[in-house]
Structure formats: structure tokens, C-alpha cells
């Protein structure tokens, strides 16, 4: 595998946990021909609990809600200010919730809105039951929750399990004496002697009355992963900035304390969490030294493989409490993980493997996120499809192209010339397969990474101390792009907490609502055909034409009614192919396209000699 340049956009966010997921390979770096279906169903109550807010009305299906699903990522800050101050809020996605609707998601997952010092922007939480006052209120979030129940909508909320903000009360207890209450629950150590034998001089760096840290560990966004707090002569272990003090899950007040903030928002109504960064709850209990992999990171640390600090084993005991406490509750909750992982063995343990009894989504980034520099490849995605759909004991894939740590997927997939098209095929990948398809906003705008060109004007830390090998992820966390008006219709304050990314003038809602051929367009008709074609909703999938390098095609069948075929060119070169569709069982000659991003496939009636535009992506029923 090609080694991970540093200045390589790819993978940003998968870079700092690469090391850590075992292995060289990761350590290296890791149209418009449907009606717009929405077959609504029948409408039943569901779920009922002692929060008023938890009952509502979702659709009869005898699926769990979240096997058909397609989840959107909302960055509070970014999505829509309600009250001018230049920054995201509840009552700000509480008013868009229509266009969601609109749009065709199931369900939201908001990134944290608890109350936070905001160094890492939210992923620094000081009280896990509450919201932060830059964000609203309770009241606003359950306001939030029971609007969108009206609308059929569901809220997913981010739960950081792995450390707390160092503003917390429960670190500044600990911090303030080894024998405080609260000392033990989070990781620290007494260093050992900066004279020891085997101490380097980079280790000396961080030498404090006489010690340095127990071992090499480094931070993920920059320097030791050991701080040292003089109150207690000792240093205490952060993966994450030293302002996220690591939670101590070998004690088991801390999963109860933990356990209970989830029960608090499922008491509330929400249909389950997105697990930040958990593959990283715990640490090799005798802190061995990491490997180290030769030469430095962006920040200028050791690259070092990550066996001692994720992944271990103790986590999935953790999970499968979590799991069954989830479970208690009415509604099939949902836990959906951020689970950079090395290969599909690894992600199938963490659904539970055959007993099914751990995460129901962990998120799959090897299709979205793939190693090979993210290059759009035909055979490379074939690959990983076929892996997560036959290698997970018939857990449900997750499918994920996109977030707010990584640069925007049409950036990373994009050639510079067909981005609009290579958008249309991710999201034609993202919505056809069987797969639970994760979205981030603005992905169905096509709206791009705008990453600072000034060191001055970067918010997100790790671009600060990265500059300019990492310029941080402030590019993937712009403003959404609501109107071609002031501020791209996301605030009244010309002084947004991120500038307004320069495209919005023609990337943004209002004006892609009424243009065919926009990219908006082509994410509402995939998941409005998703929604409503019986073959997408729940058809087998089977791989067609599996040698072509060029292009991806498979065919959705439910054995009774119309299949669906999909093709798509992953080049930049036109591409002829012929479909033979007898593998799957399929016989019908009768083609219809249902979607197409090139006016020539629209008429296409047969699969035989069908020429795919570059990167085109074609949708037809076969009967
Ligand atoms: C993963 C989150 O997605 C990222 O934004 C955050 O910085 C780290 N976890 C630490 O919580």
C-alpha cells in the first residue's frame, strides 16, 4: 500500500486513529423519471415511555427502522443559526426540519450540544445531561425531539464515552487530590524517572519534577498523550486533546455514571447514539511502549502503531451491557459506532459476529474511507461492498462516504472536472445498496471543503499546532448553504463562526430546488426510490459483470415484481457494457430506467451494448 502523504486531504481523521488499527497497512495512514414516491405508510404508535416526549408515530414495517434508514449528520454549529450570534442552534434545525423531511432522511444524528468548553468543539462535554447554552435549552431540544416525531423524523444524539471535557466536575474533583472521590475515574500514573534507562530525548520534552510519562504514547492531535497535573504529582492520559481527559472504564462507577446520561436522553425520546471515538475506551492495563513506525506525523510526533490503546478487548464486554440496556427500551434504539477499523473481520466483531449482540451500526469506512488514497476504483468498491454485505454474519452495513472530520467526499473522490457527476455516483453507491446509508450535511448540494489558507483564521486546534502540514477540519465543518442571500441564508451575522463557503451563490438549496439536473435533485430521487421501490428497499443484491475494472453494477431483486439494475462508470472515458443478469435469477427483458444523471441513458431499453457516460450513474427496473 502507497504510504499516507501528509498533506494528502484523504482520510484526515481516519490518519490520527490509523495507527492504532493494528497492522502496517492502516499504520501507514491510514434525471428524473420517478415520481417522487414516498409511498407513505401506515402510521402506528410505537413507542411509549415516561418522557411525554417518547411517544409518536413512526411507519408499520417489520424491520427495525433503522435497516432502511438514511441517517444525516447535522454539525449544530453549522447547520442553521436561529438567534444571529453567527453560530448553529437547536431552534435552528428545529426550523429546517421540513426540508428534511422534504429531503428523505429517517433520522438526524446531531454532534454533541451539551454544554462545553467548545475546544473540541462539543467533543469536550462538561455535563452530559444538558445543553449548551450556544446551542439553546432543554426545552429546546425536546422541542426538537417531539417536532420531529411529528414529522416521522428521529434523533440520533453523539455520546463522547471515552473522556469528558477537563472542565467537567467530575475531572476537577479528580484532579484536585489522588484521594478525591471521582481521582479514580480516569487513567493516571506517577511517570517514571526521566533518568530510567530507554528514556528518549522526545519523552524528555515532557518531563515534570523529575518524570516523564510512563511510555511513548502520543496524543492523536498533537504531543504526549500524558499530562501532567502538579495537585497530584502525576500525569493523567488523554487520546484526544489534553483538554479530554481519558475516562477510567475499568471502574465501574463510571459506566453506570455513563450509562445513566444515556438513559437520560432515551427517557427523552431519542432513538439512540452515534459512539465517538469508542474503539478507544480502554488502555493495555501495563501501558506498554507502542511500536514505533519511523518518521513523524503532522504534528510532529513518533508514528506508532496503535495495539495498546484501541481495540481492546474489554471494550465489547462494555458493549454488550450497552446493548442490552438499550434494549430495555421500547422503539429499537439504535447504536450506531465510529468504528475506523482495519478490515471487515474487525468491524464484524463489533456488530457481535454471529450473536448479533453489540452494535447494531458500526459504521463501515472501508468502502468510504478506503485505504488506497480514496481513489474512485471500480474493483476496490466491489470489493469492500461485497465484503460488508457476506462477511458480517448478516448484520446490517452501515455505509458512510462522509463527516465532519475528513475532507468532503467530493474533494477526495473528485478529478477536478467530472466533481458533480462523482457526487451523483457516491450518493447512487450510498442509497442503492442494502446497506443503512450515514450522510453529512451539504453532501446533497455537492457542497465542497473550503480549508483556510490563513493560519490566523483557523478555528479547529489540531490546525493550529498542525500548520501547514494539517490544516484542521474547520474546511468539512462550513456554514449549509441555504440561499444565494447574505450568509448563504445560515445566519443574519455577517460574522459566521466559519466563513460561508464562496460557491454558495449557486451550491445552496433554494437554488438547486429548482434546477433538474441539480445534485439536491439526485439525493432526493435516490432515496425517494429507496423508500419506495420494493426491490431497493429490501431486495437481494448480486454483483454483475464483476471483472470490469470500469464499472460497478449489480442488480436488486425480490424474486417477485421488477428487479433493479445499477450501473455506474468510475472513469472518466466513456464505457459500453452488457448485462447479464442470469446470476441472479433475474429474466426480465422489459427495461425502464428509473434514474439516469445523462439524458442519454433516459431512453435506454435494454442491456445489451448500454454506454455509460463518464462517472454516469444509471437506475432501471427490469421486468
Ligand atoms: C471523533 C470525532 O468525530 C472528532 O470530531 C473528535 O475530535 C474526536 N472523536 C474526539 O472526541
Redesign the pocket.
Known sequence: MAPCFSRNPAQR?AR??APSLSGLALALCLGSLIAAAGAQRPMIETATQAHPAAAFAFPASPDPWWKHAVVYEIYPRSFQDSNGDGIGDLNGITSRLDYLKTLGIDAMWI?PMYPSPQV??G??ISNYESVDPQYGTLADMDKLIAESKKRGLRICL?M?L??TSDKHPWFIDAASSRTSPKHDWYVWNDGKSADAPGVTAYQKRFEHEGKVPPNNWVS??GGSAWEWVPAVHQFYYH???KQ?PDLNWDNPAVEKAMFGAMRFWLDRGVAGFRL??IPTLFEDPQLRDERELGGVNAQGDPNLAGNYTDNLPKVHDVIRRMRAMVDSYPGDRVLIG?TYLPNTAALDQWYGGEAHDELQLPMDMLVGFHGDHDKLTADSFRQHIVEVETQVHGSQPLLVFD???NVRAIDRYGDGTHNDQINKLLATVLFTTKATALMYYGEELGMTTTTPTHKEDVKDP?GITGWPQEKG?DGERTPMQWTPGPQAGFSTDPHTWLPVAPDYKTVNVQVESKEKGSELAWFEQMMALRRSNPALRSGTMTMLDTSNPDVLSYVRSTGTGPAVVIAMNFTAEPKTLSLDLSSAGVTGTSIKTLAADDASLLSIGTLKNVTLPPYASWVASVQ
Open positions: 481523521f490520527h486513529l454532534s473540541d468543539f467533543y469536550d453523539d463522547v471515552n473522556h492523536g492531535f487520546k484526544f486533546y479530554q465517538d471515538a465510529e463527516n465532519h472530520d489540531i477540519r
